[in-house]
């Protein structure tokens, strides 16, 4: 009899998402009708941008002309998006080639495809609180898991030490669900900390078009080493509205390697063997993410979400509570008030003002007596929902 992949009965129950949706749907039972304000969804509200639904038609059209038609797509990626996504990194100054980007489905497939290229026997550090695909993709894996706990004492920005030695760090900047995002030093520190003993950066770049301030990195790429020592994963999901269409890009650079093995090789290698690429449809849609109408459309919809994070912050800011996240990223990180842990503050939101947010303590233990809101609801019910946790917040 053939054995299942035993590494599965390590998984823990997501028990977060579902248990947030066993508990509205019992409040829904029990209120019909009433209006929820949902800022716990990682969702876009959004729609895609003018540019790529253009494009997506325009692709559609081809398929339905012999002389246009597409087949099959490249493994590793249309050489003309490769050659755009190239260039998007050479516009911000970072040195990347088409050949070390990769097209994807998106970011989830690639985090959990990736581990392919390493031997299983290794070990995996996990920044927490932590986004639970890294956690879950290492136990199916089979691989030994460090977790790594951060905390407001050092802005749920962690240093590298001793402890943290692992085959492969796991860094996500801008942070899901802190909202956190490492600055050049404190990442030049973990890259140098990669260099030195040999360890690969996974670096989740999935929020990395939220960042507004000039001076911190979009990309590990930005930090003198990082190519000897980094892969970078991204996803047009939040930065386009992709979550439903999918769309991704992986960078491994070429002077990646491992026992003298380039990573780049391999991953073409597994690319052209476990992919037959993806839609040419969504890939045309994609490059209209790239050009200067894509890049206008998709920034004023991401400054819609900005705002959304402002008006949070400001409604927090006027009761002093600390949060971080929210001013380079979609998600802002609130301490719960005191003595409150994350799952009773749930409970009052949700019964007291129907606001619904995410407890911390589902991102692991240390992110108990924190909460995360997402901005990507729409502005009407966001103002809403902001007044009303002011107004909780203030014992009104
Ligand atoms: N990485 C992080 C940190 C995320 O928050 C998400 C989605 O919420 C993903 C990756 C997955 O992105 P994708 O939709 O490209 O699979």
């Not at 039972?29 to 009433?34: C, F, I, K, T, Y």
């Not at 969804?41 to 002389?67: F, M, R, T, Y």
């Not at 986004?131 to 962690?158: C, Q, T, W």
């Not at 490059?287 to 819609?304: C, M, P, S, W």
Request: charged content about 25%; overall charge negative.
């Amino acid at each position: 009899m053939i054995l299942p992949n035993m590494n599965y009965t390590n998984l823990k129950d997501s028990y977060l998402f579902f248990r947030i949706a066993q508990k509205v749907k019992a409040y829904q039972e029990q209120h019909p009708g009433v209006h929820l304000y949902r800022m716990g969804i990682g969702d876009v509200s959004l729609p895609l941008c003018d540019a790529v639904i253009k494009a997506l038609h325009e692709a559609v059209d081809d398929q339905s002309d012999a002389a246009r038609f597409h087949g099959y797509m490249p493994e590793c990626g249309a050489p003309s998006l490769r050659e755009t996504i190239a260039a998007y990194y050479q516009g911000r100054g970072v040195n990347v080639t088409s050949e070390e980007v990769f097209v994807s489905s998106g970011a989830s497939d690639e985090l959990g495809d990736i581990l392919d290229l390493f031997d299983r026997s290794g070990s995996s550090l996990v920044i927490e609180p932590a986004y639970p695909a890294y956690v879950d993709a290492n136990v199916m894996a089979g691989r030994k898991i460090i977790h790594l706990a951060s905390g407001r004492e050092n802005g749920f920005l962690p240093e590298p030490d001793d402890a943290s030695v692992a085959d492969l760090l796991y860094i996500c900047s801008p942070n899901n669900p802190t909202g956190a995002v490492f600055d050049r030093e404190k990442l030049q520190r973990w890259v140098d900390f990669a260099n030195r003993h040999g360890s690969i950066i996974l670096f989740d770049a999935a929020y990395e078009a939220f960042i507004s301030d000039p001076a911190l990195p979009r990309s590990i790429f930005e930090i003198p080493g990082a190519k000897t020592c980094a892969i970078e994963i991204c996803s047009l999901s939040k930065t386009a509205g992709f979550t439903g269409t999918r769309l991704g890009y992986t960078v491994i650079p070429r002077d990646l390697k491992r026992n003298g093995v380039s990573l780049n090789d391999m991953w073409v290698r597994n690319r052209t063997t476990k992919t037959n690429g993806v839609s040419y449809i969504i890939q045309k849609g994609a490059a209209a993410v790239f050009t200067a109408e894509g890049q206008k459309q998709i920034h004023d919809n991401l400054n819609i979400y900005k705002k959304n994070a402002a008006v949070l912050m400001e409604a927090l800011d006027r009761v002093n509570i600390w949060y971080c996240g929210g001013k380079n990223s979609p998600y802002i990180w609130m301490r719960c008030p005191e003595g409150t842990d994350s799952w009773s503050f749930f409970d009052r939101l949700l019964n007291e003002i129907q606001v619904i947010g995410t407890p911390g303590e589902g991102f692991g233990a240390c992110g108990e007596g924190y909460f995360r809101f997402s901005t990507f609801g729409n502005p009407e019910d966001t103002k809403e929902a902001a007044r009303r946790l002011e107004k909780l917040l203030r014992g009104e």
